[in-house]
């Protein structure tokens, strides 16, 4: 069975920086490597927003433009891992962070962004 387990939610003042992690299980690294893998986030009373894609196998990485510049997303094929490094966070970056793959999704990781 197919599993993504987000971690590295945290408090962070503006202008902090965080670093996400999304680890995937049930599927071999070839098949994941294949896969574009997907960060949204979710405020409460509102839908989810694409944040930031990666398709390795294609050298494909796309971000929301709210977050170029500040976001980076990378994968550890090897690990199957797929990373979030967030910098210059902003109040607007709070929500909930979730991982996202095929027609998987991760159970999400808390992000707060304050003083």
């Known amino acids: 069975q197919i599993q993504l387990v987000e971690s590295g939610g945290d408090v962070v003042q503006p202008g902090g920086s965080l670093r996400l992690s999304c680890a995937v299980s049930g599927m071999t690294s070839d098949t994941f490597r294949i896969n574009s893998v997907s960060w949204y986030r979710q405020v409460s009373g509102k839908d989810r927003e694409l944040v930031a894609e990666?398709?390795?196998?294609?050298?494909?990485?796309d971000y929301a433009d709210s977050v170029k510049g500040r976001f980076t997303i990378y994968r550890d094929s090897g690990q199957k891992t797929v990373y979030l490094q967030m910098n210059s966070l902003k109040s607007e970056d709070t929500g909930v962070y979730f991982c996202?793959?095929?027609?998987?999704w991760g159970q999400g990781t808390q992000v707060t962004v304050s003083i």
């Open positions: 996202h793959l095929g027609k998987y």
């Open positions: 990666i398709l390795t196998s294609a050298g494909f990485q």
